[in-house]
């Protein structure tokens, strides 16, 4: 097989990467420079910069031999690319450099670990882990890679599904990392592996094993606590439909919960889905110098990735916009990092705005932008039954959102955005019951819209390939409504 070098990589992405005019790109969340993205990896703050790693196919718009992508930002908001940071030119990694973590070392460096996968004569993929040190520019494989195999695994765990390995100090300053596994029966096991120095590993305890509730493999865990409390974030595969709290196929789940530090297991108390759009996959976290829990994620899903109409790019997958989370009553809230802020220009607002039949409102348009709405019965004793906002409208296309009251249900629908395909185009989720008022927080950027309901107690993410050129928003009640608005534009540039 041909090793992709780093060398080769850069050299590609470069004189392609540069091609693609800013006009083609979202304008805030960070796109692979050229070619295809899966998930985010290694995002991490070091020396006075959030770096941001992801899973990158430079040479075509689909998946195939991973390398790692890199772009840093001071504010989380605006990215700048710098050169693919990894390629799989080594045996131990030569059919890809999967997902990953990285860390900032006490001695300055920047730390990353990550899966090396490897295909045997067998034709078997073995997935190890494999180090890399940097100073946020370039990257040097450890020379003992890799310093987790098969080996270091539990008996009965798979050597086929031993990846994503997260990195983490704990309190008594040992390195951690926390790596998944799957067990005879094809369920996800999170194994705690542990090491003074960050490059001799050894196996510390099963964290946490998927007893069959949440799907079969768990793929990126992240783990950490947010106060006292701790969580652990999972991508489960091949999930089983429950109410409206999961779906089917690739989902992403948050096990909130406590962590024995004897023992080294993690208790869970409760589960919640992180994100209930159609385009969210494997989150990852850092913790901000300030303190903050930010978490950005892959703005796609395995199950609906297969949209024609990004072929015609040259790029394809998107990073969600980095968001905070709050623990609130023991539940999982996320917010759009207040950074986002700062880019808020031409304010337009609108107080107590009835809404009965299709109507717009002057300078509520765009494709870019940052909008709240608090929608309101206009008669609490005859309370509409749907209240739905379209954007990105022209006359053909239109995506929307639709508040039920009566079943306390939120929906997102693209299924007229202009996709080709007859995959997953309407997610819906549970929403509380607040008698008929709701509200919304919308980031929306050229290819993509992220709904924050309620303060942030749940969130739909969804990816529409709509052109830029359909701009209208408009509103539709079949009852009455009452609305609020405050809409920005983000960036000046719309
Ligand atoms: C999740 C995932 C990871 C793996 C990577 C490969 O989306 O399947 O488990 O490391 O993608 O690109």
Request: proline share 4%.
């Amino acid at each position: 097989m041909e090793l992709k070098t780093l060398e080769k990589a850069r050299k590609y992405e470069k004189e392609n990467g540069e091609k693609i005019p800013a006009s083609e790109r979202p304008l805030f969340h960070l796109t692979p420079y050229v070619g295809w993205t899966n998930d985010p990896n290694g995002f991490s703050y070091y020396n006075g910069k959030y770096h941001l790693f992801y899973q990158y196919n430079p040479y075509d718009t689909r998946w195939d031999s991973m390398h790692w992508g890199h772009a840093v930002s001071t504010d989380l908001v605006k990215w700048e690319y710098l050169p693919a940071a990894l390629a799989p030119e080594d045996d131990y990694d030569s059919f890809g450099c999967f997902s990953g973590t990285a860390m900032e070392l006490p001695g300055g460096k920047h730390f990353v670990i990550y899966t090396g996968v490897k295909k045997a004569e067998d034709g078997k993929e073995y997935q190890t882990q494999c180090i890399a040190i940097g100073d946020g520019l370039n990257y040097k494989k450890y020379e003992n890679n890799p310093v987790l195999t098969s080996k270091d695994l539990p008996g009965g765990l798979s050597p086929y599904d031993f990846r994503d390995p997260k990195v983490f100090k704990d309190r008594d300053g040992k390195f951690y990392c926390v790596v998944g596994g799957k067990d005879e029966k094809g369920l996800g096991e999170l194994l705690l592996f542990g090491s003074s120095d960050g490059l001799d590993w050894h196996f510390e305890s099963v964290l946490i094993a998927n007893d069959g509730e949440i799907g079969c493999m768990w793929e990126c865990p992240d783990f950490f606590s947010i106060g006292e409390t701790s969580l652990v974030l999972i991508s489960p595969q091949d999930m089983v439909a429950k109410g409206l709290e999961y779906h089917s196929g690739n989902g992403t789940v948050a096990l909130i919960g406590s962590y024995d530090r004897t023992e080294k297991k993690f208790f869970k108390h409760s589960a919640q889905t992180i994100d209930h759009g159609i385009d969210f996959y494997a989150p990852e976290t850092l913790q901000a110098p300030d303190g903050r829990r930010i978490m950005i994620a892959w703005m796609q899903n395995w199950d609906t990735c297969n949209t024609s109409g990004f072929k015609s790019r040259p790029w394809f997958g998107q990073m969600t916009v980095a968001r905070e989370l709050i623990l609130k009553d023991g539940k999982l809230f996320q917010l759009p990092v207040r950074e986002l802020e700062n880019y808020r220009r031409e304010k337009v607002e609108y107080k107590g705005v009835e809404i009965e039949g299709v109507k717009s409102l002057e300078g509520i348009e765009g494709r870019c932008l940052d909008m709240t709405i608090k929608v309101k019965p206009g008669d609490y004793d005859k309370i509409f039954s749907r209240f739905t906002m379209y954007f990105a409208k022209d006359e053909d296309h239109s995506s929307r959102i639709n508040f039920y009251p009566a079943e306390n249900i939120f929906e997102t629908d693209r299924r007229q955005s202009g996709s080709r395909r007859a995959n997953i185009h309407q997610r819906s989720c549970n929403v509380k019951d607040l008698g008929g008022e709701i509200e919304l927080r919308i980031i929306m950027d050229r290819f993509s819209i992220e709904v924050f309901i309620n303060g942030g107690e749940q969130a739909m993410t969804t990816a529409i390939l709509t052109d830029p050129s359909a701009r209208e928003i408009c509103f539709e009640c079949d009852g009455k409504a009452v609305i609020d608005i405050t809409k920005y534009s983000l960036f000046s540039e719309d």
